[in-house]
Every structure is written in C-alpha cells, then in structure tokens.
T-cell receptor
Framework: GAGVSQSPSNKVTEKGKDVELRCDPI?????LYWYRQSLGQGLEFLIY????????KSGLPSDRFSAERTGGSVSTLTIQRTQQEDSAVYLC????????????FGAGTRLSVL | GEDVEQSLFLSVREGDSSVINCTYT??????LYWYKQEPGAGLQLLTY?????DMKQDQRLTVLLNKKDKHLSLRIADTQTGDSAIYFC???????????FGRGTSLIVHP
C-alpha cells in the first residue's frame, strides 16, 4: 500500500483480555516504531525495530507488552491481561534510512479497555 | 531524559498568522521536526530542519531555529480553518533513531 496501515482502527476489550494490534509498514522501510498516545499526552515511545537487529524495547511499560516483526515487514503489538490504563491510541510509524529518518505514521488503533 | 516542551493550546482568527513555539533540552539535537495530527488520524510530517540551519520556508510555513536558546518555532501564514489540528514538535540527535516528541499544541482557528 501507499502508506502505513494499522488494524483494527478501533478495539474495545474487557479488562484482563489479551489484544493484538497490527501494523503494515510502507514497503521497503526498514525501521518500524510503536508509540502510545494517551489523552492529552504526547507520544510515548514503546519499541523500535531496525532491519534484522535486536529491537529497542526500552519504552515498553511492563512485561505485559510485547511486539514482534515477522520477515522484516508486518509487526504485531501484543498486550496481555489488559488494564484500563492501557486505553490509548497506539500509533505505528515506519521510516527508511535513506529518507532522512522521516517517520510516516499510520492512523492508529484506538484501544478501549472496559 | 531529554525533554521537548510546547504550550498546549493556541487560538487564532482565520487569516491571521499562527506561531507555535517549542523548546528542547538536548544540545546534540540534529533533526527537528514539526508534525500535524488531524482528528482520528496519525501524525503527518509538515516540515523539518537540520540543526545547522536557522530558517526554512515552505509555502505558508516558516520554521525558525535558535540553537543557542534551543528554541524552535513554526509560523503558519494566513491561517485557515483547515489548519486546526494538533502540532507536534520533535527532536532527534544524530546518534539516535528515536525522536522525542512534545505533548503537542492544539491550534484552534475561528472565523
């Protein structure tokens, strides 16, 4: 596709359930980022993938959060045993090193934990 | 850690100029960005400037960088209602691939 695609666009879940959020980056982009945007807050960095290198997981808030990137393309962010404070918009971005590190963002997944 | 600060709200009249300000603390910042986020959408890059530049102009947008004071501004000339959005300032040092974002400034344009 032409841009970064995220699915689902909205997800409502019950507290304690696991959720999976998907990101399909721009074709050829080697870098992929996950961010969390809570109401009234800026972007909170979660995790960064670059090619085949080990991901930078320094932003993951707890061990309930994990992410993987298969084949250097699609990424899945998994939140286990969701809590109400996990409610936020989860944004994915990709970039190409040849593109001056400009990040291109998807529209995000709005997660609501009831 | 490094920090990026922005005022949270700005209200302007249609046709006036808007100036959104940002300060940052990382003296090694190499790239400075302005992103725009419309309701229900992701962030869209508006413009960026390298730290060795003082100014960059792109149509209605003017970015000014005062590296000594670590101050970045975005000026939107002839602001339109379609410019209403949240504007994020971000910085990234040359040795990093992870930018630091501000909280965003909500620009409200009224007739």
């Amino acid at each position: 596709g032409a841009g970064v695609s995220q699915s689902p666009s909205n997800k409502v879940t019950e507290k304690g359930k696991d959720v999976e959020l998907r990101c399909d980056p721009i074709s050829g982009h080697t870098a992929l980022y996950w961010y969390r945007q809570s109401l009234g807050q800026g972007l909170e960095f979660l995790i960064y993938f670059q090619g085949n290198s080990a991901p930078d997981k320094s932003g993951l808030p707890s061990d309930r959060f994990s992410a993987e990137r298969t084949g250097g393309s699609v990424s899945t962010l998994t939140i286990q045993r969701t809590q109400q404070e996990d409610s936020a918009v989860y944004l994915c971005a990709s970039s190409s090193l040849s593109g001056g590190d400009i990040q291109y963002f998807g529209a995000g997944t709005r997660l609501s934990v009831l | 850690g490094e920090d990026v600060e922005q005022s949270l709200f700005l209200s302007v009249r249609e046709g006036d100029s808007s100036v959104i300000n940002c300060t940052y603390t990382d003296s090694s910042s190499t790239y400075l960005y302005w992103y725009k986020q419309e309701p229900g959408a992701g962030l869209q890059l508006l413009t960026y400037i390298f730290s060795n530049m003082d100014m960059k102009q792109d149509q209605r947008l003017t970015v000014l960088l005062n590296k000594k004071d670590k101050h970045l501004s975005l000026r939107i000339a002839d602001t339109q209602t379609g410019d209403s959005a949240i504007y994020f300032c971000a910085e990234m040092s040359g040795g990093s691939y992870i930018p630091t974002f501000g909280r965003g400034t909500s620009l409200i344009v009224h007739p």
